[in-house]
């Protein structure tokens, strides 16, 4: 049996590699990994799944903009979004 040198899968070029290749690669590589029993390192991680909610993704896009009319200002109808009287 060949020894595996552990010390590759922390090189920054494989993780660039693995973070920029196509999801089958990074699948692939996943089950070698598992198979061997080698703990997969944090760059081959699988997200989470699924869309993240409607909230997080108008935060960050609060945050990028810099605007004071945020999301949850609108929802919560406060600030520049609360209710005009007459």
């Given at each position: 049996m060949t020894p595996v040198?552990?010390?590759r899968l922390a090189a920054p070029q494989l993780a660039q590699?693995?973070?920029n290749a196509d999801r089958r690669i990074v699948s692939g590589f996943r089950l070698a990994l598992?198979?061997?029993?080698?703990?997969?390192p944090d760059y081959a991680q699988r997200g989470t799944p699924g869309r993240p909610p409607i909230e997080?993704?108008?935060?960050?896009?609060?945050r990028d903009t810099g605007t004071i009319a945020?999301?949850?200002?609108?929802?919560r109808?406060?600030?520049v979004f609360?209710?005009?009287s007459k």
């Open positions: 040198d552990l010390g590699y693995v973070s598992a198979s061997l029993d080698i703990a997969i997080k993704l108008m935060e960050q896009v609060d945020t999301y949850h200002d609108e929802k109808k406060i600030g609360a209710p005009c």
